[in-house]
């Protein structure tokens, strides 16, 4: 918090008790964010009124929204978001991702046109030309556990989405398999990558999206000269969309460890406001990159 207030990366809203965030801030100077607490807040009733509008089909009373608004944080902060009380939420270095997904998606629901929500990383390597000058989007790496053909293509439209207005450049998809346009035998794993591919352009006709390819085809001109000699992506990917989450997460955390890329996220795209979880083991550098793209995304 200390840092983003130096910076002048977003305005900070803290949740919680005066005492709390006392003690877990001290010999720091976060004296420009504001400290929000539920049990004294005079906005706490009219979050309250709103839940159980909100969710009275599920049998949401007064006192259940009290109760959950008093005590869990989350929720208290999502209805902050909802309310215009605050532009997004950042979360998880103390919770799970479902538990700062729930509320969000109990309560903002998936933004329109969007089928489904999931998550992506900023990767930024360092002394490379691949992607745009090293900066990528990996998608999803931390949310879709094993995502079907149409899953998938909503993934990378999303993907392409947020690639504009976070970076301002035009995308590049690849869609990511061991394959590349037929080169090995048609299983049910790259068939799946070869639905979802045929579904982007469907779907997206003007984006530029190849796949099924592999990953030295779309990053490399020289191997995407030899295997995808016609493709518009090929050697040239800024955006990569692994075929799950198994991929996924372990190709985001090689890229970051053994090239000593900075990776930022996971960050949720898909929900009407930002709300982003992060890692349980993350620094204080992940939050504060963390805290620079939701307000990115809230611009």
């Known amino acids: 918090t200390a840092q983003i207030l130096k910076e002048g990366i977003a305005n900070v809203v803290l949740v919680g008790s005066e005492e709390a ?37 599920k049998g949401m009373t007064p006192e259940q929204a009290k109760e959950i608004l008093l005590n869990q944080y989350l929720y208290y902060g999502v209805m902050m978001v909802k309310m215009g009380d605050a532009d997004g939420l950042v979360s998880g270095s103390v919770c799970s991702t479902a538990d700062t997904l729930r509320p969000a998606l109990q309560i903002l629901k998936t933004a329109p046109d969007t089928k489904l929500v999931s998550s992506f990383f900023i990767i930024d390597v360092p002394n490379t030309t691949y992607g745009e ?24 439209i999303s993907s392409s989405k947020t690639w504009k207005e976070l970076i ?5 998809i690849a869609m ?18 070869i639905e979802a591919t045929k579904l982007v352009r469907e779907k997206c006709p003007d ?27 090929a050697g040239k990917a800024n955006i990569l969309i692994f075929p ?29 406001k930002p709300v982003n979880d992060l890692s349980r083991g993350c620094s204080s550098e992940d939050i504060v990159g963390v805290v620079a793209i939701t307000a990115a995304q809230a611009k």
């Open 21 to 57: 965030v006392k003690k877990g801030s001290e010999g720091l100077d976060i004296s420009g964010a504001v400290v929000v607490d539920p049990a004294t807040s005079d906005k706490t009733q009219g979050y309250i009124d709103k839940l159980v509008e909100l969710r009275q089909k």
């Open 244 to 272: 799950d989450l198994n991929a996924g997460n372990i190709g985001y955390k090689l890229v970051q460890r053994l090239a000593n890329a900075e990776a930022y996220g996971p960050i949720t795209q898909g929900i009407k």
């Open 176 to 193: 990511l398999s061991y394959s590349t346009l037929g080169s090995a035998p048609l299983t049910d794993l790259t068939s799946k990558v």
């Open 207 to 233: 984006l530029a999206v190849e796949g099924e390819i592999q990953l030295d085809a779309a990053l490399v001109p020289s191997v995407a000269n030899k295997k995808a000699p016609e493709s518009k992506v």
């Open 168 to 172: 301002g450049k035009e995308p590049r």
């Open 133 to 156: 000058e090293g900066m990528f989007l990996f998608s999803d790496c931390g949310l879709n556990t094993n995502p079907n053909a149409d899953e998938l293509s909503e993934i990378a």
